[in-house]
């Protein structure tokens, strides 16, 4: 059982910028960020998994350019940077994870974590 604990979250204004973070409470090969906005289904944001000898990194085509994940294995951590923030990006930020190689575009994951509000104001 992995556990996820999300930080980072907060109030910002438009055109700001805030960078999330995710602790696992174990290995994982993959983590990954979604979001859901009230009202509307949760979307993907961007991911990241890992294998001996490659680094998969998967983003939203509708997040490409305005965010960045990265990830700190000796803190089993992942972190995603966000730019330019709209008040269409305020959402509960979720983390999410997985043991095993998530390939780009599968976006499955067995881990999840409590979420991180994000509220961008105009």
């Known amino acids: 059982q992995v556990q996820l604990v999300e930080s980072g979250g907060g109030l910002v204004q438009a055109g700001g910028s805030l960078r999330l973070s995710c602790a696992a409470s174990?290995?994982?090969?993959?983590m990954g960020w979604f979001r859901q906005a009230p009202g509307k289904e949760r979307e993907f944001v961007a991911a990241?998994?890992?294998?001996?000898?490659?680094?998969?990194?998967d983003y939203a085509d509708s997040m490409k350019g305005r965010v960045t994940i990265s990830r700190d294995n000796a803190k089993n951590t992942v972190y995603l940077q966000m730019n330019s923030l709209n008040p269409a990006d305020t959402a509960v930020y979720y983390c999410a994870a997985d043991t095993q190689v998530v390939l780009p575009g599968q976006r499955l994951y067995k881990y999840w974590g409590m979420g991180t509000q994000v509220t961008v104001s105009s």
């Open positions: 990241i998994s890992w294998s001996v000898i490659r680094t998969y990194i």
């Open positions: 174990g290995r994982t090969y993959a």
